[in-house]
């Protein structure tokens, strides 16, 4: 069983910064794509940002060039850099992984941009 465990979420005020961390718990696991979704109330659950095992990157237009993702294939690991924050940023971000068409889920971890 794969677990895909978060880390990172918070308050912080709006303009401010967080970083995202998401690690897959069994290392045999080779997802080739890992992102994030976030889901604020009353909305929707939409794509954030994703990144292929080759680096292919794919982002929401509501956060290009605010937001980063990365990966670290060895560490099983996905990151989601989050600068320039607002309070439309506010939600639960999911992280996710696919794999051979399987899709997993993390637990969600609550962002909360403050005016």
């Known amino acids: 069983q794969v677990r895909l465990v978060e880390s990172g979420g918070g308050l912080v005020q709006a303009g401010g910064s967080l970083r995202l961390s998401c690690v897959a718990s069994?290392?045999?696991?080779?997802?080739?794509?890992m992102g994030w979704y976030r889901q604020a109330p009353g909305k929707q659950r939409e794509l954030v940002a994703s990144?292929?095992?080759?680096?292919?990157?794919d982002y929401a237009d509501s956060v290009k060039g605010r937001f980063t993702i990365s990966r670290d294939n060895g560490k099983n690991t996905v990151y989601l850099q989050m600068n320039s924050l607002n309070r439309e940023d506010t939600a639960v971000y999911y992280c996710?992984?696919?794999?051979?068409?399987?899709?997993?889920w993390g637990q969600g971890t609550q962002v909360t941009v403050s005016s």
């Open positions: 990144i292929g095992r080759d680096g292919t990157l």
């Open positions: 996710y992984a696919q794999s051979f068409g399987v899709p997993y």
């Open positions: 069994r290392m045999a696991f080779r997802p080739n794509v």
